[in-house]
């Protein structure tokens, strides 16, 4: 028998979602979640399982939703996930659970991601309560430091298992990454800001504004806490370090992303903090936060450009995300690598660039990318968005002595979140470098277990 | 928390305010910042924490654009929809000998920790004091206790005629410091920068580069020292003034003119004339 086609999502049509930073993709419908549903084979032997880093139960929550039973499903998926609604949209399922979904070999995974982001959905809008249950109170203490997808999940599992947990966060809106990174278009903010609302409800103290490390010591969470939870991300991004680089008109995606998803750029002047709405802009880099940054530059009225240096194929983002690019109107130009910025007064006007060809494999198992001589040519452009990777945020790290940091400056961790100091844990980028909003969600929950079983 | 308790006029356009916020009291070190959201549509704006008292810390800000505009219009018992700090490295404060310490402008308030806390260390210190004119003098009651404290002014109006960079080269021909400051006006402190060059001397300045996060998280504040990029929020923002790209910092800080410009224009606009400045 022929295997059925994968049910698409609802979404918005290009010409139309381009314009504005309101979500791309609407989702299932009851109707369309059912018929997808059904598609699931219920294999006695779930590779799919194997293929998400929490171990959802699958085909158990698809079953359900077969069933109509949406509830029951969402309770499946909530005792494994606790960020679904998230998880649902941003994974990247086709190198994690769809990736290894046995209709693959037909080419035809099953759409776990948008199923669990349907049921997710469903359950806010039926305002289905998360059962809070605490069994007990513990008069222990809990600092969770940094509150992305890796501290707000620490922090609910610590206070559901009944302790008392402080919730840390240097900005003035809590959620890391969910926020300030990742654009509206692709997570509403609604969901993060349910998410909170959950850990307010749970007892968390958030405690926002606060840089740990100057305005609390470590030493006074040492004294104060019972344990201590460091979920602080990869934040601080890095530049290609090329000529140019301090031109107006050159940008982090970490800051132009932060001045439209976070202070609300787009808004200039009804929101008081200013971006520079440019005629051509080119993204450097091929993963999920340089396809960010270009669509949102898109949607700010620009002609955009995706440099890559290796081909379409080793991009690192998201399929999806790169599909919604291209037809939101997004060039590519792989193959390519910057080599210089040229500007005039203190302006960018152009970026000199080579091309390349890819070598042999390198370490990471992709083809090495090498410039062409002679190649060189140049693109105009009037800002240029660098998007090639972060790494380690030390804003605590710098304060913390004693704390063991692995070569790459990331904290040194074991696979529970133990690090060299006994009553200090940590997970998410912090510990593996930049990664995936469910690693972060899964090392947070880890630790909670770890943290539990160190603190009885 | 968060709530202004005190505020003074100082002069046109520059107000004092003490702000109440028992955990930056309590750890602001002298040279350290706070970020600023003055309300919930407001920008991030860094201002400089110019002393503590109990549980309560002091600003000084001189109103340049839309958020300062609004920061300077309010008054005691409203509050600051978000504060956070301390951040930034603090001030290297230790027994150094003979310190000269120049502050232009809104500096010669946010020198005053740092020329107490080297007073504390032991240090001689010697201050200059620079202003447009006499009545944009404020607080300098804070200088009793230096060694000297000399004043220039831009039309002569108070101390001796001129800048300070050369009031600070006169002086470096008389005497010998072991160390220097200089906070101010991005072209004071490039000025005094290349006097305390010529003259050997190392000199610490605090770059105000435009800033977002200020966690270090955005990249936006970097800046070339000594041709390498550092981000002055989480590197600075103090940095040795003989190594800052001076010409590059100062085309960063242009980066917004015309946004800054229109948002001004919209704000007046809407409230008429800023009597309260
Ligand atoms: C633009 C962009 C797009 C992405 N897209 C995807 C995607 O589609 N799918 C996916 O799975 N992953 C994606 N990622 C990666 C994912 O977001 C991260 O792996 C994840 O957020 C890491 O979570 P975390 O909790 O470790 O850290 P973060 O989310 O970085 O949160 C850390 C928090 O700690 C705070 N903090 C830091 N220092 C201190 C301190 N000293 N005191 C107090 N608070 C502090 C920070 O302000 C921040 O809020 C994307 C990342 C970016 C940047
Ligand atoms: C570490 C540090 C300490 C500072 N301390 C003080 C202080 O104690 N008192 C004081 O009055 N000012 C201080 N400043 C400068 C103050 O932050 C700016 O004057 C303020 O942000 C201007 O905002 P605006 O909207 O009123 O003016 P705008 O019209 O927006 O800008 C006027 C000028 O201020 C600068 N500026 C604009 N936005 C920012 C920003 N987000 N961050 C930094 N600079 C910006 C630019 O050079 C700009 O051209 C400090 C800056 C830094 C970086
Ligand atoms: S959490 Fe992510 S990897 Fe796991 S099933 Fe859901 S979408 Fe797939
Ligand atoms: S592998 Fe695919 S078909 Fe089989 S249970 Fe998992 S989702 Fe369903
Ligand atoms: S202000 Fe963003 S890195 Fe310094
Ligand atoms: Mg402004």
Known sequence: MAVKDRIPPVERKPEERAKDFEEVSLGYTEELAILEAKRCLQCKVPTCVSGCPVGIDIPGFIKEISKRNFEKSYRILKSYNSLPAVCGRVCPQEVQCEGVCVLNKAGKPISIGNLERFVADWAMQNNLEDKITIERKINKKIAVIGSGPAGLTNAAEMAKRGYVVDLYEVFHTPGGVLVYGIPEFRLPKAIVNKEVAFLEKLGVNIKLDIPVGFAVHPMELLETYDAIFIGVGAGTPKFMGIDGTELNGVYSANEFLTRINLMKAYKFPEADTPVKFAKNVVVIGGGNTAMDAARSALRLGANVTVVYRRSKVEMPARKAEIEHAKEEGIKFQTLTQPVRYIGNNGRLVAIECIKMKLGEPDSSGRRRPIPIEGSNFVIKADMAIEAIGTQANKLLLSQFEGLELNKWGYIKADDYGKTSLPKVFAGGDIVTGSATVILAMGAGKKAANAMEKFLY | ?277
Request: with cysteine; hydrophobic share 40%; glycine share 10%.
């Open chain 2, 1 to 277: 928390m968060n709530e202004i308790l005190e505020k003074k006029k100082l002069a046109y356009g520059v107000h004092l305010f003490w702000i109440k916020n028992e955990l930056i009291a309590k750890k602001a070190k002298p040279g350290q910042f706070v970020i600023f959201r003055t309300h919930d549509s407001g920008e991030r704006i860094p201002i400089t924490i110019a002393g503590v008292n109990n549980n309560k810390f002091r600003v000084i800000v001189k109103a340049v654009g839309k958020s300062t505009y609004e920061l300077c219009k309010l008054q005691p018992g409203d509050k600051i929809a978000d504060i956070s700090g301390p951040l930034g490295m603090p001030s290297e404060i230790k027994f150094y000998g003979k310190v000269l310490v120049v502050g232009g402008g809104v500096g010669i308030a946010t020198i005053i920790p740092i020329v107490q806390a080297l007073i504390s260390s032991g240090n001689d210190v010697d201050v200059i004091l620079a202003s447009r004119s006499r009545e944009f003098f404020f607080l300098t009651d804070e200088f009793e206790n230096a060694k000297n404290v000399y004043y220039v002014t831009d039309d002569g109006s108070f101390g001796d005629k001129g800048f300070a960079h050369e009031k600070m080269d006169k002086l470096l021909k008389e005497k010998q410091y072991d160390i220097a400051w200089a906070i101010g006006p991005a072209l004071m402190m490039k000025a005094c920068s290349e006097v305390a060059k010529k003259n050997n001397l190392k000199i610490w300045v605090s770059l105000n580069a435009i800033m977002v996060d200020g966690t270090g998280m955005c990249g936006g504040c970097r800046v070339l020292i000594n041709n390498e990029m550092k981000y002055t929020c989480v590197d600075g923002p103090e940095f040795d003034g003989r190594l800052v790209n001076w010409d590059s910092f100062m085309i960063r800080l242009s980066q917004y003119r015309e946004e800054e410009k229109l948002a001004l224009e919209r704000y007046l606009e809407k409230v008429g004339e800023p009597t309260w400045l």
